[in-house]
Structure formats: C-alpha cells, structure tokens
C-alpha cells in the first residue's frame, strides 16, 4: 500500500470521476469526507460546472468544501472568491461570432453571476440544467452586458473533438481549449485552467503537491495531474489522462474515487 499518511488535501473531478455515469453519488462519499476532514484532511471539487451548480449538489456540505468551477476559471470557499480568470469582452464577442458559423450547436456564455444562452430546445436545456443551476435566455449573447465571463461552453451533439474543435486549434496558443466531454468543448481565458487555479489553492493553503492528491478523467484535468504527486486518472479516462496521471484507479462506475479514499482513510 502506497504511504498516503502525508495527504492534506484531496481534489476531485465531478462527472466521469466522483459521479458514476447516472450522475449519482455514492453514497459513502459522505462518510469517508467527514472522517478525513475530521483529522484535517482539505477536499475541493475540480469541475467544469457551474459554482452555483455544485453549491446544489455538495450542499450539505458547502461550507467544509473548496470549489473550482468552471474549468478552473473561478474558485470559491465560504462564498469568497479565491480565483477569478474571466476573458476580455472583445475576445468573448470574438469567439461568440465564430461560434455562430458552427451548425448544430449550442452555446452557453458563463458569467460569474449566470450563464446566457439564446436557445431553449428542450433537448439543449435538459443536458443545460445537469450542469448549470442559473442561467437565463437571451436574444443575443453578444450583447449581454454587466458581467464577468468565465467561459463559452459549446454543446456539440456531433461530437465536441471531432466536429467543433478544429474551428479553434489555431486558438490554443492564446486561449484555453478543452474537450471537456463527448458534447462540450470549453474556450477560457489562457490562464483559466484547473491546474492554475488549484496551484492558487496550494499556495493559499500552504500545502504542497507532494501533500495532493488528484482525480480527474477527460482533457479538462490534464493540468490537475502535474499539481498533485498522487494523481489518479479513472480507468474510463481519456488515454491523454491516463498518460500525464501516476495512477490509474477503477472506473467512476467501479467506485474508483471511493476505493482509494477507503485507503487514505486507514492510514491518515
């Protein structure tokens, strides 16, 4: 059993990793967090949702829980702000025009108070409100004003990588973007990555990746892998991640999070 008698802080992907792919949580996630921060044991969950999203589903919780939202480009503990990474305005109307040349796709325009989207097919809002508990329609998201934007999130039912990616590969030397999912392709402001903000986190708590642990599964934690010496990617993970994490746990249908935190909890 490998010596996880010096981890203080735990740092947790939410779908694909933490959730199974009923979006559920198992059920002895609860336990096992009370008794590691119990013996003061730090967790965060590291998600490409949106803050008030996880705030809903961690809430009997909220105030014992670190957040990195929306791929890391804002990070909340006790409703203050840690991190904020937002894009320029003229780079946000940028990119939402490109965005428009794009067929059979959906845009979500995070803001730090909500998201903006300009549709409302029943099918798009379904796959919206997994992941998104503010939002509001409007005609135009270029004109949307009064905000901080975090993120565009693109839905793609054609497939994120394969049909909406290349209309942004020449972007990535200036911007983030990641596949975040079969459907969803993120576009973040360069420093706006979850590796950047749990670094922020770190230093803020004084705890050093040797004392971080990590799980994540798709192209959204890449850069978590590199902050927590025990990095675990999920066995359902996407093989970029498998590659740049130490480990490898059981699937997030396996209880792969769960297992491993079993272990932690015996030893710290």
Known sequence: ?????????????????????????????????????????LFAAASGRQYYNLLKLFDNIRNDLYFIAENGSY???????????AMSTAVTKELLRTI???????TVLCGKRKAYIAHDTPSFIERLSMYYERYEIVKD???VEGDQFLKIAICD?????????????????????????????????????????????????????????????????????DRGTFSYAMENAHP???????????SNDHEGVIRVLRQVAEVV
């Not at 990070?75 to 990474?85: H, P, S």
């Not at 922020?200 to 705890?207: D, E, T």
């Not at 050093?208 to 890449?222: E, H, I, K, R």
């Open 1 to 41: 059993m490998m010596n996880f008698s010096d981890v203080k802080l735990i740092v947790t992907d939410i779908d694909g990793t933490l959730l199974n792919s009923k979006h559920e949580l198992n059920s002895e996630f609860y336990d096992l967090f009370r008794q590691l921060t119990s013996r003061g044991v």
């Open 75 to 85: 990070a909340v503990y006790r409703e203050k702000d840690i991190f904020v990474q």
């Open 100 to 106: 428009d040349t794009i067929p059979d796709t959906y």
């Open 141 to 143: 998201l270029k004109a």
């Open 157 to 225: 039912l054609k497939g994120a990588e394969q049909h909406s990616y290349p209309y942004f590969i020449n972007k990535s030397q200036e911007l983030q973007v990641k596949v975040s999912g079969n459907i969803w392709l993120d576009l973040s402001h360069k420093l706006a990555n979850k590796g950047v903000a749990l670094e922020v986190l770190q230093k803020a708590l004084n705890i050093s990746p040797d004392q971080t642990m990590v799980f994540g599964d798709y192209l959204n934690d890449l850069e978590m892998m």
């Open 240 to 250: 970029e991640v498998k590659k740049a994490a130490r480990y490898v746990t059981t």
